[in-house]
């Protein structure tokens, strides 16, 4: 086996560990964001509330992957073009 192969085989237990904690306390984990980005937003008086926002977003969306939960646009990563005809320009 090679050292990779070794280390995957290693961090799994860890990783299925991290993904049942995010499963039973998902929704402790984003009041807890929320209330940081609250935070954050009040001590900069509102200036970066547009980056707060996007990290916040960010960081629930890695929570819910780590939860194995679909979210909006959720699925596997392969394009799916829309329907219909083409765009004209």
């Known amino acids: 086996m090679g050292l990779l192969h070794n280390l995957k085989a290693r961090l799994n237990p860890a990783r299925d560990k991290v993904s049942d904690l ?21 001590k900069t008086g509102g200036k970066h509330s547009d980056r707060i926002e996007s990290g916040t977003g960010k960081a629930k969306h890695a929570m819910d992957r780590l939860a194995h939960k679909p979210g909006p646009g959720a699925g596997d990563d392969t394009f799916t073009p829309p329907e219909g005809p083409p765009p004209t320009s």
């Not at 995010?22 to 009040?42: F, T, V």
């Open 22 to 42: 995010a499963q039973q306390h998902g929704d402790k984990i984003d009041q807890g964001l929320d209330r940081a980005a609250k935070a954050a937003d009040e």
